[in-house]
C-alpha cells in the first residue's frame, strides 16, 4: 500500500457524500475524474445556500439579498484569480467551461487578429474543443493549422520548435493530455513562441485541477479551464488573459451586463470582466467554483499533484504486469498526470468498461475527444483510468483485478 | 461479471458466423459507430428476391460484433421485402442481455447497416 504523506485521502474521502453510494452492489470506485470530478460537501452547500438564503440577480439590484449575491459571485472571481496567480480579477473572465473559453478567444481575439495566410499551430494531442475552434477559425478566413508531432511515449517532440513557430500566429497547446496524461513543458515552450513573436493559448482544463498553475509565471497569453474538472459544479470555466489583451479584443457575446450604454444604433462596452459576460451569469455556479477553490487550496495544490504522482507510479507498475497490456503516455511519473490510458489484446475497451462498472469501478473508454490521437496510436478506442484527491492506491488493486476478471470472461 | 456477456455472445464474437468478403456481392455496404469505433461492412448476395449469401467484416466490441454475426445468421434466406424493415426488437432479443442505453449503438450498428443496405437510408423504425 502507498499513502501520500501530505494528503490525508480518508478525510477527504468524507468530505465527498458520492463516495458513499454502492453500485451494482459494490462501493463506488471512481476512476474518471478526468472526465469531471466528484463535488465535496462545501461546494454543494455553497450553492445550496445562494439559492436558499440570498438568490438574485447579481451586478444591478439595489436590494439588500442582490448586494450579497454580487458579492459572492465577485468574490469568487477574487478567489479564483488568487488560485491562479492572475494579476487581477478583471483577467477573469467567467464562461461556461473551457471550450467556451475557447471559442471566445476563437470568436474575439481570432477574428480581429488571424487573416488570410496566417498559421496556427497545434499539436496531435489536442482535446476536440482546442481543435475544432480553430478548424473552424481557419477556414472562416483562411488561415491555415499546423501541428506538433508526439514520440512514441506520448512526449512532444519539441526539437525544432523555434523553427516551427516562425512565422506562427498563434500556438494552442493543452497542459496535460486528457488520454495520455503528458504534462507539456509550457513554460520553456511559451518563452520560444515569444520569441518568435507567437502568442500563446493554454488548454488548462486537465492542469489546474491537479497541480499548481500561476499563469504570470508561466508567461502564457490566454489560458482556459473548467471549473467542474476541480470540484466545482458543470457550468462555469474560466477564460484567464493578460488585461491588454482582453482590453484590445471586441465583446463576443453582446446583451444585458456586457454594456456601459447603449443608444438605438450603438453601445459602449462595460469594463473587465464584464464586457466578456453578457446576460445572467451563471451565479450559484460561480459561488461553487469559488468555494471548490478554497477546499483545494486547503488541502494545497503541491500535495494534490503530488498525491497524484504516487497513484500513477502505482497504477503503471501494476497495470504494467498485466500480460498483453498496452500502456500509452510518458513513463516517467514526472511527466505523467492523473490519467493512464491502455489497451488489451481480445477486449475493446467499452467491453472491459462494461464488465468492471459491474464491479463498481468507473472508467472511460472510447476516444476520449481525441480523434486524431487515437489515429496516430492507431487504435480506435482506449480504457482511461484517471485519478484524484480520493482516490486511494487500493482502487488501483482493484481495477486491476476488475481488469484480470474480464479477462477471465474473454479467455 | 461472469454473467453478462452471455456464452453465446462471447462465442459469436471469437467465433463470428459468415465472417469474411463477397467479392462479386450485390451489395456491400458500410456501416460506423464513430463514438465507439466499432465499423462493420456487410457483403450480399441476392437470388431470387432473397438474400442467397451474406458475409461481414468488422471490428469493435463484443456486442457490436456478436450482434452482426447473429444478425447473419437471421437474414440468411429471408426475403429482401421482408428485410426492409426488419425490427430491432429481435435483434435484441437475440442478444438476450439488458442493453444499457450507452450501448445500444453499439448493439444495433448491424442492423442500422442493413437498412441502408436495402432502404438506401437508415430511418430507423420507431419503438
Request: net charge negative; aromatic share 6%; hydrophobic share 40%.
Amino acid at each position: 500500500m502507498i499513502e501520500a504523506k501530505t494528503l490525508n485521502v480518508e478525510k477527504v474521502r468524507d468530505d465527498f457524500p458520492i463516495l458513499a453510494r454502492r453500485i451494482h452492489g459494490r462501493p463506488l470506485v471512481y476512476l474518471d475524474s478526468a472526465a469531471t470530478s466528484q463535488k465535496p460537501a462545501v461546494v454543494i452547500d455553497a450553492m445550496d445556500d445562494y439559492y436558499r438564503r440570498y438568490n438574485a440577480n447579481p451586478h444591478r439590484g439595489v436590494y439588500a439579498i442582490s448586494e450579497e449575491a454580487t458579492a459572492a459571485y465577485e468574490s469568487a472571481r477574487q478567489r479564483v484569480a488568487t488560485f491562479i496567480n492572475a494579476a487581477s480579477p478583471k483577467e477573469v473572465i467567467f464562461t461556461r467551461n473551457t471550450t467556451e473559453a475557447i471559442n471566445l478567444v476563437r470568436y474575439s481575439w481570432g477574428r480581429a487578429n488571424v487573416h488570410a495566410g496566417d498559421r496556427i499551430l497545434l499539436t496531435e494531442m489536442e482535446h476536440h474543443s482546442n481543435l475544432v475552434p480553430w478548424q473552424l477559425l481557419a477556414r472562416e478566413v483562411g488561415a491555415t493549422l499546423e501541428f506538433l508531432c508526439i514520440d512514441d511515449q506520448g512526449l512532444l517532440q519539441l526539437d525544432d520548435l523555434a523553427r516551427k513557430l516562425e512565422g506562427i500566429r498563434l500556438l494552442a497547446i493543452t497542459h496535460q493530455s486528457n488520454t495520455l496524461g503528458t504534462i507539456n513543458p509550457i513554460k520553456a515552450i511559451v518563452e520560444t513562441a515569444h520569441r518568435a513573436g507567437a502568442l500563446v493559448l493554454i488548454d488548462g482544463a486537465q492542469a489546474v485541477p491537479h497541480m499548481p498553475v500561476d499563469v504570470r509565471d508561466l508567461g502564457v497569453d490566454f489560458y482556459a479551464f473548467s471549473g467542474h474538472k476541480m470540484c466545482g459544479p458543470t457550468g462555469i470555466g474560466v477564460l484567464w488573459a493578460r488585461r491588454a489583451l482582453l482590453e484590445a479584443m471586441p465583446p463576443f457575446l453582446g446583451g444585458g451586463d456586457m454594456i456601459k450604454r447603449v443608444k438605438l444604433n450603438d453601445a459602449s462596452w462595460n469594463d473587465l470582466p464584464w464586457k466578456f459576460e453578457a446576460g445572467t451569469p451563471s451565479v450559484a455556479e460561480g459561488i461553487g467554483l469559488g468555494a471548490a477553490v478554497d477546499y483545494l487550496s486547503g488541502l494545497g495544490m503541491e500535495a494534490v499533484r503530488a498525491h497524484e504522482r504516487t497513484l500513477v507510479d502505482y497504477a503503471m507498475e501494476r497495470l504494467q504486469d498485466i500480460p498483453g497490456i498496452t500502456l500509452y503516455g510518458p513513463r516517467d511519473p514526472e511527466l505523467h498526470g492523473g490519467a493512464v490510458s491502455f489497451t488489451l489484446p481480445n477486449i475493446h475497451p467499452h467491453d472491459l468498461a462494461t464488465l468492471v462498472d459491474r464491479e463498481g469501478i468507473a472508467v472511460r473508454a472510447g476516444h476520449h475527444c481525441t480523434q486524431p490521437l487515437m489515429d496516430r496510436l492507431g487504435v480506435s478506442a482506449t480504457t482511461r483510468a484517471s485519478f484524484y484527491i480520493y482516490n486511494r492506491a487500493d482502487e488501483v488493486d482493484q481495477l486491476v483485478n476488475g481488469i484480470q476478471k474480464a479477462q477471465k470472461v474473454f479467455a | 461479471m461472469d454473467d453478462l456477456y452471455r456464452e453465446q455472445i462471447l462465442e459469436h464474437y471469437k467465433n463470428p458466423h459468415h465472417f469474411g468478403e463477397i467479392t462479386d456481392a450485390d451489395i456491400t455496404q458500410e456501416g460506423d459507430n464513430p463514438l465507439c469505433g466499432d465499423v462493420i461492412t456487410l457483403y450480399l448476395k441476392l437470388d431470387d428476391g432473397r438474400v442467397g449469401d451474406v458475409r461481414f467484416r468488422g471490428r469493435g466490441c463484443a456486442i457490436s460484433q456478436a450482434s452482426a454475426s447473429m444478425l447473419t445468421d437471421m437474414i440468411v434466406g429471408k426475403p429482401v421485402r421482408e428485410l426492409k424493415s426488419f425490427p430491432t426488437r429481435e435483434l435484441l432479443d437475440e442478444l438476450g442481455i439488458p442493453i444499457s442505453p450507452a450501448r445500444m449503438k453499439c448493439a444495433t450498428l448491424s442492423v442500422n447497416t442493413l437498412r441502408v443496405a436495402l432502404n438506401g437510408d437508415s430511418h430507423e423504425e420507431e419503438d
